[in-house]
């Protein structure tokens, strides 16, 4: 018989988990933030709303992911966390940025007279999430998939989760923007 629990000593990681569904007045706050605050982020983060996607992800994404004929990002497994490629559906709302991106990052930012990728986003992102009246919008995951197009095991595939059923109860997220960020 062993005399104490050997696991006992051993570290717990916390895990802090949280939720937001915004509402369509909420949503439309935080683009109209976005849009006066850092315009440079609004089609990232209107992407961020539409399509379940990690931020490193897509921040690191070149033009050449994007396929205009079936109208889809494709990630390749060295820009994924997991290192398997994944697929993301390019809302109709957006194919036409994507279709007409001129830089050679999908999302990116114009300065100095040349394209640069968005690069670290979470000061901007905070400003535009305090601007818009939204609280703690920190550590959140997946996205909102506010029109119920991806069921469960789908969102857990388009954002490139190995197990989905980690993602069951993730619907109606935002994308995750959090204190794993590293300083600017």
């Not at 509402?23 to 850092?38: D, H, I, N």
């Amino acid at each position: 018989m062993i005399a104490a629990n050997p696991l006992r000593s051993v570290r717990r990681e916390k895990e802090t988990l949280r939720w937001v569904n915004l509402t369509e007045m909420q949503e439309l706050q935080l683009l109209k933030a976005v849009s006066e605050e850092s315009p440079d982020l609004l089609w990232f983060v209107a992407f961020a709303l539409e399509v379940p996607c990690r931020r490193g992800e897509m921040l690191q994404a070149g033009r050449e992911c994007f396929d205009s004929f079936s109208n889809t990002i494709t990630l390749q497994g060295s820009l994924t966390k997991n290192g398997r490629p994944c697929t993301k559906p390019v809302p109709e709302s957006l194919v036409a940025y994507f279709r007409t991106n001129p830089s050679p990052w999908l999302f990116y930012r114009w300065e100095g007279g040349e394209y640069k990728p968005l690069g670290f986003v979470q000061k901007r992102w905070e400003r535009a999430v305090k601007a818009a009246g939204l609280d703690d919008l920190r550590d959140q995951h997946g996205s909102l998939d506010r029109h119920g197009r991806y069921p469960w095991t789908g969102h857990a595939e388009i954002l490139g989760a190995t197990s989905a059923s980690k993602w069951m109860n993730m619907h109606d997220t935002l994308p995750k923007f959090g204190s794993t960020a590293r300083k600017a």
